[in-house]
């Protein structure tokens, strides 16, 4: 019953908010968004993304967001990499982010109606994981986003770890890193913990935490020098061994709203001035 009403309560605060958006511009910047400019399409895709976030109850602890910001202000372009742990991490990234980012998704996405839409609407590159030809002819358009001075986001572990709290960070493809390579662009590496639980069945909390850190950046001069399968096993340890150390913060954090919920039974105070067995 109390997933029922979570549901329920996500429908009234988000779902009005998705609806609205998918009707007045979601449709038409997807479908034809050569007619609007990029920026304009992503400002509005952020105000939504900002809505949902919120919405969604979500206690957001962004770390390290000076990195995003230099990455914003440089000239090389950069490649921003993650671990995926939910549909919600996109919004995220996007929320963090006034400057455009264009992501690199699988093309299963396109099966579900608003992230599908959405990650079109702004440029996005989807991506045929069985078709080697299509791929490399899409890296090649993510990799001169990035030498243009872009953003661009990939998820390299290839798809969602569906199981977080329990499954670590998976192995990063190095293929992934041609993006930046080809690009010479930056390389930065980002970890998140959290975003699974407005959606996760099990967890009925009204409000749940998200720590999202924004971990180590690769500058250009060094992504030359390595192999894509060298920066994709730094990359991997860096944001494998962040997202271990947000673990224990969320269970600390769910600890302290339960006992802060808890009612208290006051016949068990030890400091309740009446003795009730002398009653």
């Not at 390595?226 to 913060?249: F, G, Q, Y």
Request: aromatic share 8%; net charge positive; hydrophobic share 40%.
């Amino acid at each position: 019953m109390k997933a029922v009403l979570k549901y329920i309560r996500l429908g009234l605060s988000v779902g009005v908010a998705i609806v609205f958006a998918w009707a007045s511009f979601l449709v038409r910047y997807s479908s034809h968004p050569e007619r609007y400019p990029l920026e304009v399409r992503y400002a509005k895709l952020r105000k939504l993304s900002i809505r949902v976030l919120k919405g969604m109850r979500m206690d957001l602890h962004i770390h390290g967001l000076e990195k995003l910001k230099e990455a914003t202000r440089d000239e090389h372009g950069t490649l921003i990499v993650a671990n995926h742990i939910s549909v919600l991490d996109m919004l995220l990234l996007i929320e963090c982010s006034p400057k455009p980012i264009i992501f690199v998704a699988k093309k299963e996405i396109l099966k579900l109606p608003f992230a599908g839409r959405a990650v079109k609407s702004i440029d996005g590159l989807f991506l045929d994981r069985e078709d080697p030809r299509q791929a490399i002819k899409l890296f090649g358009i993510a990799a001169k986003h990035v030498s243009n001075g872009g953003l661009v986001a990939i998820y390299p572990e290839g798809t969602r770890n569906k199981d977080p709290n329990n499954t670590p960070v998976a192995s990063f493809h190095p293929g992934s890193f041609k993006i930046a390579t080809r690009g010479k662009g930056n390389i930065l590496v980002a970890a998140g913990f959290g975003e699974h639980y407005p959606l996760d069945k099990t967890r009925l909390d009204r409000s749940t935490l998200c720590n999202f850190d924004f971990v180590k950046m690769i500058k250009e001069e060094e992504v030359a020098s390595m192999k894509t399968t060298e920066l994709a096993e730094i990359c991997h340890s860096a944001c494998a061994a962040r997202v271990e150390e947000l673990k224990p913060l969320d269970k600390a954090y769910f600890e302290e709203r339960k006992d802060r919920h808890r009612a208290k039974k006051w016949w068990k105070d030890k400091d309740f001035p009446i003795d009730i067995k002398n009653l």
